[in-house]
């Protein structure tokens, strides 16, 4: 069975930097995509990036477009998220999803459609 876990979340300031990592174990060919969403307090869970492993195609959400890249490094299956120029709305719970399908970009955001999920890392924006 697949396992993600996130870590790398904390504090950092406005018009600051941060970057997680999401370690992934048992997985298989069958996992066409890797993505990040976050969930701030009171609000629905957001997708942030999705990233097809099989061709590189990746899709952001529109309030992380220029600010938030994902990457991967296969040799040690982890998944990063680099963040800049932070502010307090990128404030949130960050978690790291595994899916069976590539990503759709029409359909990539809707976390009911992923298949395996981390815990969640706090990433906190504030001075």
């Known amino acids: 069975q697949l396992q993600v876990v996130e870590s790398g979340g904390g504090l950092v300031q406005p018009g600051g930097s941060l970057s997680l990592s999401c370690a992934v174990s048992g997985f298989t060919p069958d996992y066409l995509s890797m993505g990040w969403f976050r969930q701030a307090p009171g609000k629905e869970r957001e997708g942030v990036v999705c990233?097809?492993?099989?061709?590189?195609?990746?899709y952001y959400g529109d309030s992380v477009k220029g600010r938030f890249t994902i990457s991967r490094d296969d040799a040690k299956a982890t998944v990063y998220l680099h963040m800049s120029s932070l502010n307090p709305e990128d404030t949130a719970v960050y978690y790291c999803?595994?899916?069976?399908?590539?990503?759709?970009?029409?359909?990539?955001?809707?976390?009911?459609?992923?298949?395996?999920w981390g815990p969640g890392t706090q990433v906190t924006v504030s001075s």
């Open positions: 999803a595994a899916d069976r399908e590539e990503c759709y970009p029409n359909s990539w955001y809707y976390e009911g459609l992923w298949d395996d």
């Open positions: 990233l097809s492993t099989n061709d590189g195609t990746t």
